[in-house]
């Protein structure tokens, strides 16, 4: 499956952007996002399961952050409100279809985005 990224931008703390990662093929698969800022290690950032109705949200943009999904258009969203300048990062989406949520927070993927970034000025 390929997975195509787009949304991220410029925006000002306390801003909004939404994510979107299209995927190619059938939409059985479990997506996700991951970001990774310059100089720090990647982070799982939120998980969406194939029916959508079991998602993860990492700590940190929990409340902020929402992760929802259109399996007709194929489709993963991530609703990003209340931006700060640490979300700075560039974002990935992924895609698996049998991967437990360790296991994905691990960077098990089968399959990634080319990333799109995001940058929040304060």
């Known amino acids: 499956v390929q997975l195509q990224a787009c949304g991220g931008g410029l925006v000002q703390a306390w801003g909004s952007l939404r994510l979107s990662c299209a995927a190619s093929g059938r939409s059985n698969y479990h997506m996700g996002w991951f970001r990774q800022a310059p100089g720090k290690e990647r982070e799982a950032v939120a998980r969406i399961s194939v029916s959508g109705i079991r998602t993860y949200q990492a700590d940190s943009v929990k409340g902020r952050f929402t992760i929802s999904r259109d399996n007709a258009k194929n489709t993963v969203y991530l609703q990003m409100n209340s931006l700060k300048p640490e979300d700075t990062a560039v974002y990935y989406c992924?895609?698996?279809?049998?991967?437990?949520?360790?296991?994905?927070?691990?960077?098990?993927?089968?399959?990634w985005g080319q990333g799109t970034q995001v940058t929040v000025s304060s």
């Open positions: 992924t895609a698996d279809r049998v991967l437990s949520v360790t296991a994905w927070q691990r960077g098990e993927s089968d399959y």
